[in-house]
């Protein structure tokens, strides 16, 4: 996270905010997520594999690129889906200077996943719906961990899914606050 500069991925106005603990604006009613949730959600999706980069990545809610770009610095390949345009476009011009051949960003709907590189080792949603959608589970490797902001008792809770040889093991974590997961694009 020392390695991406996040004052580049908000409006100038926002830039003297960029380094506090906070979510902020990014327009389209859609925010940067806090820094200390972008660590913990990358720790969660980690968990015991260390220091390794993981070989494959999918990001749910690119927005401005942020947490792509925090991730880029941990996977082999990073997948990162955005459903309206508008942003999709935004996180491109802001990756571009970056040239990470590693991210891909895609236009689509993100509760699909992303079949085309599946399997993934990880996989991360930045925004949260009421459970996790199917194509996710079918798109995580054996081994592979992911993590998503699900509604609980109207908030949020974080939901750790790993996938072993035997099936799916479910656990929940802190609470938290993220924008909805929507289907669709736009
Ligand atoms: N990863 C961003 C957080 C962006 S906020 C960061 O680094 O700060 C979450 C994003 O999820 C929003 O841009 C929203 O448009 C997007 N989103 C919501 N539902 C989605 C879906 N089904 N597919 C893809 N993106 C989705």
Known sequence: MQAVPRHLFVDTALANQAYED?????????????????ARMIELMRGGRGD???????????GCGYQAAVLAHIARLVISVERLKPLHDKARELLAPWRMGNVR????????GHPPNAPYDGIISAAGGDAIPPAWLEQLAVGGRLVAPVA????????????????????EHEAVHFVPLKSGTT
Do not use: C, W
């Open 22 to 38: 906070t979510s902020l604006p990014i327009g389209l009613q859609q925010t940067i997520s806090k820094p200390s949730v972008v």
């Open 52 to 62: 390794a980069m993981l070989p494959r990545v999918l990001e749910i809610g690119t």
């Open 105 to 112: 960003l895609v236009y689509g709907d993100g509760m699909l």
């Open 152 to 171: 609980r008792g109207g908030g949020q809770v974080l939901v750790l899914v790993e996938r072993n040889e035997r099936g799916f093991v479910r656990s």
